[in-house]
């Protein structure tokens, strides 16, 4: 169960990771996004790194069923974190004034279920 600011955050303005909460093999990686209609707001996706025997390793978008406590933790902790930047996605449609960047997330890579 760890958080993860990484070092690889990406630049583009409309595809910009913010942070990644673990537990064991599942990550939740949070993004702050621009709609086309230019919105802001701030997503997650799933994944599941996993090694063979033989050392090769890799990420999956693909779960067990025995994945199911640490996917429920990260959704929670990844759910937790976007509510409490008070960015939810209908506000940012209407007003349009409230510009995401590493910043201003508290917890983000510059300092992540609306």
């Keep these: ?12 303005d409309s595809n910009r990771y913010i942070k990644t ?3 064991g093999a599942v990550a939740a990686n949070i993004f702050a996004r621009q709609a086309p ?4 707001y701030l997503d997650f996706g799933l994944s599941r790194a996993w090694k063979t025997k033989n050392g090769k390793d890799g990420y999956s978008q693909n ?4 994945n199911r406590d640490a996917l429920l933790d990260v959704i929670d902790r990844a759910c937790q974190f ?7 996605t ?3 449609q209407r ?5 995401i960047s590493a910043e201003n997330v508290v917890g983000g890579a510059g300092a992540g279920c609306g």
């Design 63 to 66: 779960f067990f069923a025995k």
């Design 37 to 40: 209609g230019g919105f802001d």
């Design 95 to 99: 007003s349009g004034e409230r510009k």
């Design 82 to 88: 976007i509510e409490s930047q008070g960015i939810e």
């Design 21 to 23: 909460f673990r537990n």
């Design 90 to 92: 209908t506000d940012a």
């Design 1 to 12: 169960m760890n958080d993860s600011n990484g070092g690889k955050a990406k630049k583009s």
